[in-house]
Every structure is written in structure tokens, then in C-alpha cells.
């Protein structure tokens, strides 16, 4: 990093917090501002936040709320009924989402480009913002058929994905101290994640949430049929225990030293969580207030252990990266 002359060598924390020049990152890379950093981090919460508010709108069946696109009617305030102010509150977030990461992209693209990491990621979650709008106006203009409210859920998702990468690349500070079996064990999580949510999604779509009845883990008096759609909810299920398993093993090795400790153990706890919702969503049944509260918490926890194994996966770069021990200056 260039010093004006004169300015003595132990001002680097000022400059790097306050100046126009990043501070070095801990593999020599630009270490991205403050401003940054936080613009990133509420385009991540913000992201999370629109999925959470999605959640609401499916769960209590709001979206037709709004009749008109992208405006909620002729003159773009909510008509004087509950669902339409719910989804009214869903594009509010959608139109604070698309400008924080406009910005983030803009400021990427600007100053941090070398960051292959912040730069790629912010890049792709800005082409994802039309593409998902496009989507929604679709779901509106064709009266919510399921395939799509699942496409425009899982592609949701892949938008979380990205601007989370982002977040965690640009507020990781140390070069990679994971070890490589760590960081494959994170990416087969990672995956194994994608398909859990891809399959939850077409339980949504395929209405096959109370496929299996009240009965769990059993499904219909047997454990891996029951007919109708039974078989999708039976797959989410197994999908599901896959996932616990790779998450308490992520847990043990980063308490082994293997990868970040507190990222590391927040998979497992954000999957126990999840499960727990999604059992109770089951045995307990009924269409009552309750029931809807869990179906809502249930899909934004999805968002949630989404969001968990993406952060942990930048935190612990790719999964062929080289892995550089911390120096006492990085401690």
C-alpha cells in the first residue's frame, strides 16, 4: 500500500480503515474497506430478509395480493386487504435488495476486481437480480403455478448464495487456514444443500407437505412409501439426514482444528433447527395458525442453513485451494 512520505509506519490501521486504498488481505490480496464490508453484509441480510418475507407470502398465499406488476395496482399502493400488503412488503424488500446490490456490484467492479472472490460473486448475484424479477412477474401473470413459485424459490436461493459468498470472502481477514479435506467436506455439504432445497422446493410444488400424513419418520405406515407424491416428501426427508450427517461432521473437525470454529459448528445447529420445524410442520398437522407459523419459519430457515454452508465455503475457500498457516500477525 503507497504512505504519503513522512507518515510513520505504524499508521497502516488508520489508512486501512478510513483511506481510499484497501489494506492487504492475508494472502497479499486487497483487503476490502469498511464501507464495503457493511454494504455487503445488509445485501446479504437484505437477500435473506426478501427470502424470509417470500416464505410469508407462499405460506399465507398472498401472492396474488398484488394484481398488477411491478406495481401492486394502478396507482402502486396495496388494495385495503391483508394479503395485499404482504406482498406489497415483499417487493418493498425486493426494490431495497436490488439497489444495495446494484451498489455492491458498482463498487466490486470499481475497487476490488482483483478479488476474484468478492468480484465474481457480486457480478453474478447483479445479472441474477432481472432474471428472479422476470420470474416473479411471470408467477403473477400465469396465477402461481407451482413449477414456477419453485423455480423462482430455488433461483432465490442461488441469488442468497451469491451475495453471501460475497459477504464472507470480503470479511474473511486471514489467508486459508482450512485443511483441504475440510474444505471439500464443506463444497459436498454445499451440494448435497443445493438438492435438499431444489427437492424441498417441488414439495412445495407438487403440494406434497402432507404426502406422508402426520407420521414420521415413517411415511404412511412405511419408510420410504406411501403413494401420491409421497415419494418427494420421502426424498426431502432422506436428503435431510445426509445433510445433518455432513454438518456434525464439519462440526468435529473444526473443533479439531481443521476449519473455522464458529462457522464451522453454526451448519448443525442451523440444520437441527430446521429439522425440528419441519418435523413438527408433519406430526402436528391441522391448518391452523400454528401450522402456517412453522411452514413460514421453515422456509426461512431453509434460506438460513443455505446461507450457513455458503459463508463457511468462502470462509474456507475452494476446495483445491492451498492452505496457509496463520502467522502470530494474523492471530
Given amino acids: 500500500m503507497h504512505r504519503p512520505p513522512g507518515l510513520p509506519s505504524n499508521s497502516s490501521t488508520l489508512l486501512d480503515r478510513v483511506g481510499d486504498h484497501p489494506a492487504a488481505h ?19 441480510l437484505a437477500t435473506w430478509a426478501l427470502v424470509a418475507v417470500g416464505g410469508v407470502v407462499r405460506v399465507t398465499e ?30 418493498a424488500v425486493v426494490a431495497l435488495v436490488v439497489v444495495l446490490v446494484a451498489a455492491v456490484a458498482a463498487q466490486a467492479w470499481r475497487r476490488y476486481r482483483v478479488r476474484r472472490d468478492i468480484w465474481w460473486p457480486a457480478l453474478a ?27 423462482h424459490f430455488v433461483v432465490g436461493l442461488l441469488f442468497l448464495a451469491t451475495i453471501t459468498y460475497a459477504a464472507s470472502s470480503a470479511w474473511r481477514r486471514r489467508a486459508l487456514t482450512s485443511t483441504p479435506g475440510f474444505r471439500r467436506l464443506v463444497w459436498g455439504t454445499v451440494l448435497v444443500g443445493a438438492a435438499l432445497v431444489s427437492v424441498g422446493a417441488s414439495v412445495v410444488a407438487t403440494d406434497a ?43 468435529v473437525l473444526a473443533w479439531r482444528g481443521q476449519g473455522p470454529h464458529l462457522l464451522g459448528s453454526l451448519p448443525i445447529a442451523a440444520v437441527l433447527i430446521q429439522m425440528t420445524f419441519g418435523i ?9 395458525v400454528l401450522h402456517k407459523t412453522l411452514e413460514g419459519l421453515h422456509e426461512a430457515g431453509s434460506g438460513t442453513v ?16 492451498a492452505r496457509a498457516e496463520p502467522s502470530a500477525a494474523q492471530e
Fill in 306 to 321: 443455505w446461507a450457513t454452508f455458503v459463508a463457511l465455503a468462502a470462509a474456507s475457500g475452494g476446495p483445491w485451494a
Fill in 209 to 251: 407437505g402432507t404426502a406422508c400424513g402426520t407420521q414420521w419418520p415413517l411415511c404412511n405406515g412405511t419408510f420410504v412409501a406411501g403413494g401420491g407424491h409421497a415419494d418427494v416428501q420421502v426424498a426431502h426427508r432422506l436428503l435431510a439426514y445426509v445433510v445433518a450427517i455432513l454438518a456434525l461432521g464439519l462440526l
Fill in 125 to 151: 448475484a447483479a445479472v441474477l437480480v432481472p432474471f428472479q424479477a422476470v420470474l416473479g412477474a411471470i408467477a403473477v401473470w400465469l396465477k402461481l403455478p407451482g413449477w414456477v413459485v419453485a423455480f
Fill in 62 to 91: 398472498s401472492g396474488l395480493g398484488c394484481p398488477h406488476w411491478p406495481l401492486c395496482t394502478s396507482r402502486a399502493i396495496p388494495l385495503d386487504r391483508t394479503a395485499s400488503f404482504i406482498e406489497y412488503s415483499h417487493r
Fill in 26 to 44: 492475508g494472502d497479499g490480496s486487497p483487503y476490502p474497506a469498511r464501507g464495503f464490508r457493511v454494504l455487503v453484509l445488509a445485501a446479504a
Fill in 280 to 288: 413438527l410442520i408433519v406430526v402436528m398437522g391441522g391448518e391452523g
